[in-house]
């Protein structure tokens, strides 16, 4: 079995600081690892993947997470926060090299950007 | 078109009618999964093909639930004698490879029982 869990259902922070995004995942075979963003009124968007490449992934929008497997976490960050980023993220779990393509998610976290 | 698309957009259906939810998927896209996403939820596997087969259908809630894709294109996720239970958003994505590792997804189709 594989889950995510997204510790924060909600986080703030003032433009032009630092955004971090807590994940911890549970699978029993090696996982890919996402982060996807949805806006309102919007699809589900990629913002980066892990398939066991590079531990450090960067993504679009100039986020970026680490993989730790000795803490079991996949945190998603960004520098600095801009406006644009407010959305909901989810942290997203996938058996690698399975044909089953199955998507498991967390339940979100909503980044509010305070001007 | 260049994504996946979906329709309705928006549905309202009385309590215990039927109703059938579409998905245009990428073109040439081998790989096809339903989700749902209740409100304040992540969303949650429904249902997956692979071309026209449907090779895993172990997240569909009941019976009323039934998805198909004939031709390994367009699919169709149909629930029927729907309940207030059911109001949430529908998302359809799609991925190129049996081993592609993202997939794409519709803006959803936001179904409301009344």
């Known amino acids: 079995a594989q889950s995510v869990t997204q510790l924060d259902s909600h986080v703030s922070v003032s433009e032009g600081t630092p955004v971090l995004l807590r994940c911890n995942y549970s699978?029993?075979?090696?996982?890919?690892l996402f982060w996807y963003v949805q806006h309102p009124n919007k699809g589900l968007q990629l913002l980066l993947k892990y398939t066991s490449a590079a531990t450090l992934v960067k993504g679009i929008n100039g986020f970026e997470a680490e993989f730790k497997k000795s803490e079991t976490s996949f945190h998603l960050t960004k520098p600095s926060a801009h406006m644009s980023d407010a959305a909901e993220y989810f942290c997203v779990v996938k058996k690698a090299n399975f044909g089953n393509e199955k998507l498991t998610f967390g339940t979100g976290t909503r980044l509010t950007i305070i001007p | 078109g260049a994504g996946v698309s979906q329709s309705p957009r928006y549905k309202v259906a009385k309590r215990g009618q039927d109703v059938a939810l579409r998905c245009d998927p990428i073109s040439g896209h081998v790989s096809l999964f339903w989700y749902q996403q209740a409100l304040g939820q992540g969303p949650e596997f429904l249902t997956y093909f692979q071309n026209e087969a449907q090779l895993d259908k172990s997240g569909l809630p009941s019976d009323r639930f039934f998805a198909e894709r004939p031709e390994g294109s367009v699919s169709t996720l149909k629930i029927q004698r729907t309940q207030q239970e059911d109001s949430a958003v529908y998302l359809c994505?799609?991925?190129?490879?049996?081993?592609?590792?993202?997939?794409?997804f519709g803006q959803g189709t936001r179904l409301t029982v009344v």
């Open positions: 994505a799609s991925s190129l490879e049996i081993q592609g590792t993202e997939a794409f």
């Open positions: 699978s029993s075979y090696s996982p890919s």
